[in-house]
């Protein structure tokens, strides 16, 4: 088998006017992303997802990373990674043992889309073997606990807001810290007060900071949230603060969760050699695809860090992340999005499998195991501009 053609279509999700509501980002009108398709002369093609700027994702994977991978099988997915990731020195760093990365395929843009080629190729190589992807990798279950991932409520409304999440069986649920009515520590202790009413003692409360404090903050937030018996606190700080988000995890009993913004193992080694990671979050279409979610599993692993993948924006994505959750020995839940997002429900013949007891169950059909609506990259057609608007 050998790949004949990458290609990328950049996609959006608007959101109707009605539906939009501010958060610390801004207030969200769209989600992007993009597909990948990696063809093959057997006729089987491959879809993957890639966050970014789904423009700037389509230049990189049409002009940059397809043309080196052309020709390749996709069966040395390793070797694909390796060569995406390495580039001009890829012979060299398979000669000698050690990566010798090209300087702007590290992280960023170029490492997005590097990673939905990576989800791609995998499909495309599970399908051949005729196998789901996560038996691919190697299969550790076929269903994971999930959790009910939103939040945005103002102050009391929390209550009802969270007790409709636990409502559809999700036996955990996460809120954000910053509402839409804006941010103080008071303010906030008042909404995971309500919540922890509206979801009573026995369901997991999960609050998520998006990276917006500082470590004081952070820290003098965590100790006022200790008694609502708060199962992890995620992106207390800066992702770009290993050091600080340290400080907080050293500060508190929570558990800290992070990784949806960072690249690669090498970021997910620095978080804990910065003694700042209890859960890793890395998100599949960012962090380098199934072949480097991989090795952080196994990194994290080491450290007893537990794996809870990023799941957000496109049904490829989140696809993708059930197969990463099913093949990780180290996943113990994994994201399902409470907010508004046809792209993810609404992009496949198939629906997704999640229970009324709070579990998804992997797809059996080979590959990433979904078909494209024959509608879907009509419907969803990319739309210039900005994610959010401040
Ligand atoms: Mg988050």
Known sequence: MKITQVRAVPMSDPVPVERRHRTDLGTKVKTDSAIIFV?????????????GNPGVVQAIVEHELGPDIVGEDPMFSER????????????????????????????????????????????????????????????????????????????????AEMAGYAAK?????????????????????????????GIGPDVELMVDAHGSLDVSTAVRLSKALEEYDIAWFEEPVSPDDHHGQGLVRQATKIPIASGEREFTRHDFL????????????????????FTEIRRIAALTSTRQVRLAPHAWGSGVLFAASIHVAMAAANCHILEVSQGYMPMIWELFEEPF??????????????????????????????????????
């Open 169 to 197: 069986g999700f036996s955990a649920v996460k809120m954000r810290v910053v509402g839409r009515d804006g941010f103080s520590i008071e303010n906030t202790v008042r909404r995971v007060r309500a919540a922890r009413r």
């Open 80 to 159: 694909i990674y390796e060569k995406l990731y390495n580039g001009s020195r890829f012979r060299p760093a398979m000669e000698r043992g050690w990566q010798q990365p090209e300087p702007s395929r590290r992280r960023g843009m170029v490492m997005e889309a590097i990673a939905g080629v990576d989800i791609a190729v995998w499909d495309v190589k599970a399908q051949a073997l005729g196998v789901p992807v996560y038996q691919a990798l190697g299969a550790v279950r076929s269903e994971v606990r999930a959790y009910g991932s939103g939040g945005w409520a103002p102050g009391d409304e929390a209550e």
């Open 39 to 51: 063809d093959t002369d057997t006729g089987l093609t491959g879809m993957g997802a890639a966050l």
């Open 353 to 390: 499998d999640i229970r009324p007891d709070g579990t998804v169950h992997a797809p059996e059909k080979p590959g990433l195991g979904f078909t494209l609506r024959p509608d879907a990259l009509e419907k969803f057609k990319y739309l210039p501009g900005p994610e959010y608007e401040w």
């Open 270 to 289: 620095d978080l804990m050699e910065h003694g700042a990671l209890d859960i890793a979050q890395p998100d599949v279409a960012r962090a380098g695809g």
